[in-house]
């Protein structure tokens, strides 16, 4: 299976901040990477598909970028909503789908 | 809109079966599979399969194959994941999403707490 290895693990961080989360695949993955957001008690919200398409309704300031086996979410300036989980995913056709451990981002 | 709604909380004992449904609305039921994923409390996400309500074709993640079954109901839209044989570790809330087999999931169920305890 492909391992997905995600840091940081926890990030803290202020409102108005740039911040970004990594994602590491074991082996090469093209674009197939999703990002999704989650709060707690709450079921996940996918926020970018195919490493880079934002989808609908989620605002500009997430973005996604990568390819192959480095990828990254980029939240570009934080808002209180958007403290939470969140968790890469890779969906190569060819591997069980597989997710990384998350980072818990923290108001600082 | 799009709504997956999942049925309620199970308390089962270690050895005993769990069947948890998931009835969609909003959408062409047979045009969009349905994964099932689970959280152990505390941890991360973990993918257990996907089911074409279509075709009937299933996936299962090797971890669990053997105990677990995916099913689908067209004339109700509804899905359905068992597990059989349950241990403490399958401890966790089960969610179904939607999605296509292969890609990301878009519309998620609240999820189920399925709790394994003697």
């Known amino acids: 299976d492909i391992q997905m290895t995600q840091s940081p693990s926890t990030l803290s961080a202020s409102v108005g901040d740039r911040v970004a989360i990594t994602c590491r695949a074991s082996q090469r993955i093209n674009s197939w990477v999703a990002w999704y957001q989650q709060k707690p008690g709450k079921a996940p919200i996918l926020l970018i598909s195919?490493?880079?398409t934002l989808e609908s309704g989620v605002p500009s300031r997430f973005s996604g970028s990568g390819s192959g086996t480095e990828f990254t979410l980029t939240i570009s300036s934080l808002q209180p909503d958007d403290f939470a989980t969140y968790y890469c995913?890779?969906?190569?056709?060819?591997?069980?789908?597989?997710f990384g451990q998350g980072t818990r981002l923290d108001i600082k | 809109q799009v709504q997956l709604v999942q049925s309620g909380a199970e308390v089962k004992k270690p050895g005993a079966s769990v069947k948890v449904s998931c009835k969609a609305s909003?959408?062409?039921?047979?045009?969009?599979?349905i994964g099932w994923l689970r959280q152990a409390p505390g941890q991360g996400l973990e993918w257990m399969g996907w089911i074409s309500p279509y075709t009937g074709n299933t996936d299962y993640a090797q971890k669990v194959q053997g105990r677990l079954t995916m099913t689908t109901d067209t004339s109700t839209n509804t899905a359905y994941m068992e597990l059989r044989s349950l241990r403490s570790d399958d401890t966790a809330v089960y969610y179904c999403?939607?999605?296509?087999?292969?890609?990301?999931?878009?519309?998620w169920g609240q999820g189920t707490l399925v709790t394994v305890s003697s």
């Open positions: 195919k490493a880079s």
């Open positions: 909003g959408y062409s039921f047979p045009n969009f599979g």
């Open positions: 999403a939607r999605g296509p087999s292969s890609n990301p999931f878009d519309y």
């Open positions: 995913q890779q969906y190569n056709s060819y591997s069980p789908i597989t």
